[in-house]
DNA sequence: GAGCCGATATTCT
DNA sequence: GAATATCGGCTCC
């Protein structure tokens, strides 16, 4: 059981340190990523879901940290943050991107492709099995969606993030070395 | 390989 | 009514 303290902080700290770190879905068989490409989003930051205050979207942005927030991207795609700061305050981390450890074909199957498996946030979500049912899920207690801490990886690089249009200069990505897209 | 486009839930103006 | 924390399929070099 990790230490719920090591994803207390402002996610812009927090984020890299969950590269290396690995996500594991236990439902229609066993799948397992390692976290090589996230983003940080504050509650200070206008491109944050939670700049505005909670909604009914977004109340899970605002739970403890390690809990998981799912979210509609562009009316398709499943999109998975990991919540960084106390209770009360809205703040996570977009995992963009891992690669497959464990259960490649169980991932394969969901995708409907054997590449680009998790190389993009919707489809990480895909892939792990994730959706809107798992908005709200510690990812720190027993259960069929958790978070194992990783080692880092050699180095990581650190750039603008994508596909926002507001704080667009904000170094908040963070992508592990070798998996840069 | 680069660029356009459609799908469409939630929120904001 | 418009924008968005995306993706995949299509076109046209």
Request: charged share 25%.
């Amino acid at each position: 059981m990790i230490d719920r303290a090591r994803l207390e902080g402002h996610a812009a700290e927090v984020a890299p340190s969950l590269l290396g770190w690995r996500l594991v879905s236990e439902r229609d068989g066993r799948a397992v990523v390692t976290i090589t490409e996230v983003e940080a989003y504050a509650p200070e930051d206008p491109a944050s879901h939670s700049h505005r205050g909670p909604t009914p979207r977004t109340r899970s942005m605002f739970g403890p940290p390690g809990i998981l927030y799912v979210y509609r991207s562009y009316g398709i795609h499943w999109c998975a943050n990991v919540t960084t700061g106390p209770t009360g305050v809205g703040s996570a981390v977009l995992l963009r991107g891992g690669v497959p450890v464990e259960g490649r074909e169980v991932m394969e199957r969901r995708r409907g492709r054997s590449d680009h498996l998790a190389d993009g946030p919707g489809k990480l979500c895909q892939a792990m099995g994730i959706e809107g049912a798992d908005d709200g899920t510690d990812l720190l207690a027993a259960g069929a969606l958790r978070l194992e801490a990783g080692p880092p990886p050699a180095g990581y690089i650190t750039t603008p993030r994508i596909g926002i249009s507001r704080a667009v200069d904000l170094p908040w990505r963070f992508v592990a070395d070798g998996h840069l897209s």
